[in-house]
């Protein structure tokens, strides 16, 4: 028989490629891939942590707004209720001007059971002292100041509070000025010394004093 021959390809071109063809080993971007997922992971703890820290703040300086604006209403309030006490004090000696003991005992009522109330001055219609309960010595410092507080209620015609004044024989305090009025004739004023640390102590609570550091501002800043 005759010797068989080979059939031809039909496909000879890709034999020739077959014949040359190599496998192409894969680079291995896996070392690059971690690095950057562990990038990216810490841009976003980063950003989480940033996100949470300004909440934080965020409520903590609300917190803090909350406390401020308690603790002012609070000592508001105690000022308020001197300044009903003392208007009620003047309104009754204006009824009575030579019930002398009422006055004082009602005086002494107040400096005793407000805390914050140091002293009771009754002046006369010239601004001169009556009378101080309790008595004590002359502070030159403040006579500038009560002058002029005395002057400026007068004219008002209404309760007025002293700019805060510090004395050598005495803590930093502000003075109430309530007028009073005997019908239309001006009687003279009634003042309440008001000590600023004993209105702190007396109507804070401790823990407030411990956490936050409390300063009291005039106008113009100046503690």
């Known amino acids: 028989m005759p010797a068989s021959r080979s059939r031809p390809s039909p496909f000879p071109v890709l034999r020739r490629l077959g014949a040359h063809w190599r496998p192409v080993k894969r680079r291995d971007d896996a070392p690059g891939l971690s690095i950057l997922a562990i990038l990216l992971i810490t841009l976003l703890l980063g950003a989480l942590l940033a996100v949470i820290h300004k909440g934080e703040v965020d409520e903590e300086r609300r917190s803090l707004i909350k406390t401020a604006l308690w603790a002012e209403q609070a000592l508001r309030l105690q000022l308020s209720i001197d300044e009903e006490r003392l208007q009620q004090l003047a309104s009754e000696f204006a009824q009575t001007p030579d019930g002398a003991n009422d006055f004082l ?22 601004g001169h002292p009556a009378q101080t309960i309790p008595p004590c010595e002359t502070e030159p410092e403040a006579v500038q100041t009560t002058r002029d507080t005395f002057l400026m209620a007068r004219a008002l015609g209404h309760q007025t509070y002293s700019a805060p004044m510090s004395t050598a024989i005495g803590p930093a305090r502000i003075e109430l000025h309530q007028p009073i009025y005997q019908g239309e004739r001006f009687g003279g004023m009634i003042v309440a010394v008001i000590s600023l640390p004993g209105l702190l102590d007396a109507h804070l609570p401790w823990w407030f004093a411990e956490r936050y550091r409390v300063e009291i501002t005039d106008a113009t800043g100046i503690v």
Do not use: C, T, Y
């Not at 805390?115 to 009754?122: D, F, N, S, T, Y």
């Open 105 to 126: 005992l009602q005086a002494r009522w107040m400096v005793n059971n407000r805390p914050e109330v140091e002293r009771i001055k009754l002046l006369d219609s010239a």
